[in-house]
T-cell receptor
Framework: EAQVTQNPRYLITVTGKKLTVTCSQN?????MSWYRQDPGLGLRQIYY???????DKGDVPEGYKVSRKEKRNFPLILESPSPNQTSLYFC?????????????FGPGTRLTVT | TQLLEQSPQFLSIQEGENLTVYCNSS?????LQWYRQEPGEGPVLLVT?????EVKKLKRLTFQFGDARKDSSLHITAAQPGDTGLYLC???????????FGKGTTLSVSS
């Protein structure tokens, strides 16, 4: 089944404790992206990747890191999480490097930082 | 800055009613997409509109792209409880590197 998977689905952590949210797609997609979704603010892009080893900042990259060593995986790293990073996170992928193509979203990761 | 504004923000209707959701911008978009998101899940693409004036139908859902490609609408005929969810419009930024999302319309259809 074609899908985007994220792990974990739920995470409660404390300020400053490094964490990684994994994202994997099995559709051989070139483009991958991370979004956060907050009430009243909608979906905002954190980072994106056009292809392997090619990553760039989105609209809200502060406090986040990403890597794209393999085509299928695009982990999101929070080196020192803070409470303002409490949010619902989505990974997405699309076939081509242009976002006008259909984006397939993962199921989301709900992160709480205390 | 490209922005997409959706209205209304919330909509609560009875089964069988018709409704329209709007997505407006002051910027021209090369295309617009509509997604539906259900609780606990990621958004799922419903349709992409590309040509100004384009109308696409998906069963009881009708999507229209404005002639000037600055706005779009989603019309649902005879809404059903299964239509309940968050409806999001999205368009590519000028650089073609990201999707810009509207804040969404939360639709609740009760039987």
């Amino acid at each position: 089944e074609a899908q985007v998977t994220q792990n974990p689905r739920y995470l409660i952590t404390v300020t400053g404790k490094k964490l990684t949210v994994t994202c994997s797609q099995n559709m051989n997609h070139e483009y991958m992206s991370w979004y956060r979704q907050d009430p009243g603010l909608g979906l905002r892009q954190i980072y994106y990747s056009m292809n392997v080893e090619v990553t760039d900042k989105g609209d809200v990259p502060e406090g986040y890191k990403v890597s794209r060593k393999e085509k299928r995986n695009f982990p999101l790293i929070l080196e020192s999480p803070s409470p303002n990073q409490t949010s619902l996170y989505f990974c997405a992928s699309s076939l081509m490097s242009l976002p006008s193509h259909e984006q397939y979203f993962g199921p989301g990761t709900r992160l709480t930082v205390t | 800055t490209q922005l997409l504004e959706q209205s209304p923000q919330f909509l609560s209707i009875q089964e069988g009613e018709n409704l329209t959701v709007y997505c407006n911008s002051s910027s021209v978009f090369s295309s617009l997409q509509w997604y539906r998101q259900e609780p606990g899940e990621g958004p799922v693409l419903l349709v992409t509109v590309v040509t100004g004036g384009e109308v696409k139908k998906l069963k009881r859902l009708t999507f229209q792209f404005g002639d000037a490609r600055k706005d779009s609408s989603l019309h649902i005929t005879a809404a059903q409880p299964g239509d309940t969810g968050l409806y999001l419009c999205a368009g590519p930024n000028q650089a073609g590197t990201a999707l810009i999302f509207g804040k969404g319309t939360t639709l609740s259809v009760s039987s």
